[in-house]
């Protein structure tokens, strides 16, 4: 997997991943989080046991924690992510 993502971020222009990643460092996503009125689940993995995770610092943000992955849980488990999904999706009206 890590080939793989590696590969496409050496395909793309240069000036994409440099716009990209300054508008990460931009972002405030915990006020967002925070005031997003709908449905959420942060699908959390043992990386994201951290005191800066969305989830720690929303705590209202429901989270569900997969083991046994890396970053990309949805590569990595994507039978048990789907799983998730299709939980949460069931929930919403």
């Known amino acids: 997997m890590r080939e793989q993502v590696l590969g496409q971020l050496r395909r793309t222009q240069r000036a994409a991943v440099k716009a990209a990643l300054g508008s990460l460092l ?3 996503p915990v006020t967002a989080l925070k005031r997003h009125p709908g449905p959420a689940l942060s699908v959390i993995t043992p990386l994201n046991q951290t005191p800066g995770a ?6 209202s943000l429901p989270s569900k ?29």
């Open 26 to 28: 931009k972002f405030d």
């Open 65 to 93: 924690l997969v083991t046994g992955t890396g970053h990309w849980v949805q590569l990595d488990a994507s039978e048990q992510m789907n799983t998730l999904l299709d939980g949460f999706l069931a929930t919403v009206p």
């Open 54 to 59: 969305y989830h720690v610092l929303v705590p």
